[in-house]
């Protein structure tokens, strides 16, 4: 094994010693770059520890730079890491202190620090694994197309809504526009109601609060969409495989595959064929 | 086939080739037609582009004309899309840039152009066919009498509420009238809470409290009503019966009887057998 | 049948015609004298519309006054109405226009006479019957038991966030005694948000963070709670009655009553066991 | 029996008369001094009463410093009791007047006093004896691991958008630093919405919108964990098995074999059979 492949089951890979360490060393450095990145954006603690932030932003950066070097030198096809997305990413939150040394503007510098953020990602890869995450991720997954319905009804009500007190409420009660409108819009059906821009007039507040009780009345809506998910993902637990075809998603009560037709029951070593039954 | 025949099959009908292409191109023009009257309420945005907007609102109107007349001369009865609800709307949506020529009113006008927005709903044609919006539409229109019932009872509450908050707190701390207070009660009980109007003795907070966590709890009634709605429509079984042993509780999938390992599928008559499943 | 029995009848029953005939106009009437007491409150209506308003609000006290001394002449135990909830309620509702005319006290006389809003509850008794709010009711009632301890456990988790902000927060930034604290968490974990009070020292806003969080996440109690109900309530529907014994809560797949041990499907004449089956 | 293990028996345990006597009095005086510490905050009434607080502050710091002593002598490892999560509370909160006596500083006093609250949680132990809450119980601990997993997704996102934010609209309108800029995100995430902050910009309010519409959505999530886990505990069946046929899905009621019509409460070694039910 040369040192470039070593490198890359460290690296790359989770199921060896040295390669668990190196995730989590690489996820500290990430959630200290973020704390750092996060102060810096608080004043007064900013000018406090200005150098103190400096010194540990160029230890984070000299990290990153040899992560990111390292990760390119040992895989085979570069490309295929320089441009996947968290080749980019780790690109972009490298750079920005080199960049710095060239040109002197701290507030672009900022937003592309901030990138790091799309880091934590890479947090998400550890969480996968876990058994309640996953169980969660499947019913959120199933969920998605219903629920892109549901905003897509919810984005068309928010319109209706948003230019009809726009109309009502007019620009002297806050309803400059009709986007203003959406975004009040929005605010009140999602029951978060800043009162930035809220209802003058009667009639306004009487079709605000038509808005609000059909917002209370739809957020059961998604609700009810990943509940129903994760009851149908819960119930799913019978895993009893066919000796014949395979088939392992049969009923409690099933005595014939469902698939094949054959007898389940009669099979000699039924214990065995039973191993594959989840737990819970 | 006439000419009418073949304009029919493109504007109301959506299974040739055409007609999907005119469906899609309509579709764009009602939603580049909403972003103009949105975009238009804009002050700065308005100023800049106006000739542009003009521009653009005279081809949408044309375009929205001549469609209005192919719908008139194409179908058989012309009364039956005049006076339906999609005919009003399409009549509405393409006058006002004519009657903004006769009279120079453009408050009016602007309330005219927002009824364009009800044309959005031509899109639920589409969405209709899709499994996932059919499911739900299925069970939120089995929800529909419950959620009434319910907020039948939210209504009565915030009239309660709102009438004893007016005595309460009185008009000297915003409470000016029972509608007020009754708008009040809806946008705390819907856990909106704008803040307009906020209760200021501490009578008056303690009985908002008390509205508080009647809302936080009954929050829970519609989402209930949509949820066991929805799992009912998840878990409504396919109630196909075997040829052999009757059982009638198979899976969607299935080819044998999970009962007696009869093969379904070598029924002859095998529409018969199907009849009894549910068509959702 | 004599004339009271008559009376009781149209006043107390609703079987017959004349009884139905009554409870609608009794209802029409509550509503407008509700009506009444919202838009007398409504200071530009109450002085333009002052001499309708005090006719109208004589036609319905005369108009009660003969139906409360009806119920109690038609009544065989007069006490048991006068001192049940709704002939208090009756009784209150009647005599604020003649106390009125005792006293010239306008303020209590409003007080007294909103207590009207109570009448409404008569309302519900024609909801009672009807099938989709007694199913929504009995879940309801199940739910009772757990809401209360889950309130409970809110209230004092509200004590414990009060008084925690009010000692972090301070009375300089709104949080002036406990009490208001706990108004404040109130409104805070129920989501409602007014922003009368709000955290403004960094350590506040942090401590508000947790418990917005928290009151995010146990929103999800009340509204499993009364879901787990409805469902349970939803999925009960096989109500095939044993020919034995009486009992009506089998299973669909049960061939022997669970109480008595008789063979349900031996019965001769299944379809009037069947028949008590729901629908749904 | 000795004095002390009479003693103990009153304190620390409740299956006797003596003993139930003894947990309901020191609930009273439990809440009595946190009705105390609330009132003591409100000036108005604190100035009033104050003769009469410090009164009734002295009797019940001389309740808890006997209840303190006898729990003290009455176990036999004092040491266990003492270092405990209850010895501590009970300490903390029996002192704050002692001290008050050498050092005359109010404000400290106070936040030792709160420490009091605490003791409040004595109450759940009286609560989880009861059938709802347990059952309620045990699925909101089933809950916690997917929680869990839930919140640090929300920590993420509001991580990601109140950084967004910051940038979007700057320290000028109100996002001072990137932490208020979390703080803020986490406001609207929850959809409680203060409004202390709110975004200004035509683009800070299309991002808000996102990330409400974003919040709204995902508000499902923990619903529906609990409301799964709820509904998984309801219908967690008895699995009482028959004797005869074997049928092991009976109801908690049933008295026969509904597969077979076998008595099951006639076998002789019931709680052989019964030894499979659910302890819930």
């Known amino acids: 094994m040369s040192w470039k492949e070593k490198v890359h089951e460290v690296i790359y890979e989770a199921d060896t010693k040295a390669g668990k360490v190196f995730d989590v060393a690489l996820l500290i450095v990430i959630l200290v770059s973020l704390i750092l990145v996060v102060l810096d954006s608080v004043e007064q603690i900013s000018l406090k520890y200005h150098s103190l932030f400096v010194a540990l932003e160029w230890v984070i950066t000299i990290f990153f730079t040899i992560e990111y070097i390292l990760r390119v030198i040992s895989i085979k096809k570069a490309k295929n890491y320089i441009f996947s997305f968290y080749g980019i990413v780790d690109f972009l939150s490298t750079v920005p202190l080199y960049i710095s040394l060239v040109f002197a503007g701290s507030g672009a510098l900022l937003s592309l620090r901030a990138l790091r953020l799309l880091r934590v990602f890479r947090v998400f890869k550890l969480v996968r694994y876990s058994g309640a995450g996953s169980r969660v991720a499947v019913a959120l997954r199933n969920s998605v197309p219903k629920i892109l319905i549901f905003i897509y ?32 819009a929005i605010v ?89 039954e989840n737990e819970d």
């Not at 984005?155 to 959406?182: C, D, K, L, N, Q």
């Open 153 to 184: 009804s919810v984005v068309i009500i928010s319109f209706i809504a948003g230019t009809i007190m726009y109309i009502v409420e007019g620009p002297e009660h806050g309803f400059t526009s009709i986007p203003r409108g959406i975004y009040w």
């Open 188 to 276: 009140t059906l999602t029951t978060v109601g800043f009162g930035d821009i809220h209802p003058i007039t009667p009639l306004g507040q009487f079709i605000a609060t038509i808005i609000m009780l059909l917002g209370y009345g739809i957020i059961a809506v998604p609700t009810g969409i990943v509940t129903a998910e994760m009851t149908k993902e819960n119930s799913r637990k019978n895993t009893q495989v066919c000796y014949n075809c395979g088939e392992d998603d049969h009923r409690d009560s099933a005595e014939f595959c469902h698939n094949c037709g054959y007898d389940i029951n009669s099979t000699k070593d039924k214990k065995m064929m039973k191993s594959a």
